[in-house]
């Protein structure tokens, strides 16, 4: 059974799977399956943090940008955007911090050209920092 591509194909198959090799007393063959099935959850859930890392980076961006077009709409992004990132490392606690810090720089950069995509414009922000990003409060 090739476990890797079936878990990334679908983590509900995966574990039928495993389930079916566990019935037939397929041990070994069951703890590969279940160990793909967990890195690749891993995977999934690290995705889901850098998409809501960026998502969060460009709206702080566009609030640094254009002070102008600032909203309530933007606000609730950034509200929404933090929780979900806590809400993944809550799920997932080997998400820590150090991990958002590893991926920070990358996501900053895609962060930047998703905003300047968004504003059709170019911004002068090089970086953000931490409290720019999870402690800075905005409101409208």
């Known amino acids: 059974m090739n476990w890797q591509d079936l878990s990334a194909m679908s983590p509900y198959q995966t ?10 007393g397929n041990i070994t063959e069951a703890s590969a399956g279940l160990k793909e099935l967990i890195e690749a959850l891993g995977r999934s859930e ?3 943090l850098k998409s809501q890392l960026i998502r969060l980076m460009a ?3 566009k609030w640094k940008t ?10 609730a992004t950034i509200g929404n955007a933090r ?3 806590a809400d993944i490392q809550e799920e997932t ?10 991926m920070w720089g990358k996501c900053f950069q895609a962060a930047k ?12 922000l090089s970086e953000l920092s931490w409290g720019d990003v ?3 409060e905005y409101k409208k």
């Open 113 to 124: 050209r998703d905003a300047e995509a968004e504003m059709n414009q170019e911004t002068l």
């Open 46 to 48: 690290k995705r889901a």
């Open 134 to 136: 999870f402690e800075a």
């Open 15 to 24: 574990a039928l799977e495993i389930e079916a090799e566990l019935a037939k």
């Open 83 to 85: 929780e979900e990132i």
């Open 59 to 61: 709206h702080i961006i």
């Open 66 to 75: 254009q002070p102008e077009k600032r909203s309530r709409s933007w606000v």
């Open 93 to 102: 606690p080997s998400l820590t911090n150090d991990v958002v810090r590893e």
